[in-house]
């Protein structure tokens, strides 16, 4: 089992920038696909990020593609989603998860895709 914790998440104004971590327990990471996913209140969860285990070929929602980048650290068993340019829409609890297989563009936009999720940070955006 992978547990996953989430931190970083806080109230920040638009424009502003903040850093989510998510860190990896129970077993190494390394060889998983890795995503972030958010839901605002009222509407349904949506694929925000996502990167395979060796950190290459990153992508992204539209809505955030030159906005939000997404990291990991292998050694650490911990994936980043560096947020700048915030906007009010960004406002969302943010969750953190994990497949453990590859998974390409298409499939890992996916949530039904990941096996491991963890509890959400929130993230608020005011105007």
């Known amino acids: 089992q992978v547990q996953l914790v989430e931190s970083g998440g806080g109230l920040v104004q638009a424009g502003g920038s903040l850093r989510l971590s998510c860190v990896a327990s129970?077993?190494?990471?390394?060889?998983?696909?890795m995503g972030w996913f958010r839901q605002a209140p009222g509407k349904e969860r949506e694929f925000v990020a996502a990167?395979?285990?060796?950190?290459?070929?990153?992508y992204y929602a539209d809505s955030v593609k030159g906005r939000f980048t997404i990291s990991r650290d292998n050694a650490k068993n911990t994936v980043y989603l560096q947020m700048n340019s915030l906007k009010p829409e960004d406002t969302a609890a943010y969750y953190c998860?994990?497949?453990?297989?590859?998974?390409?563009?298409?499939?890992?936009?996916?949530?039904?895709?990941?096996?491991?999720w963890g509890q959400g940070t929130q993230v608020t955006v005011s105007s």
């Open positions: 990167i395979i285990w060796s950190g290459e070929y990153p």
């Open positions: 998860a994990a497949a453990v297989r590859p998974l390409g563009a298409v499939q890992g936009t996916r949530g039904s895709e990941y096996n491991y």
């Open positions: 129970g077993h190494t990471i390394s060889r998983y696909t």
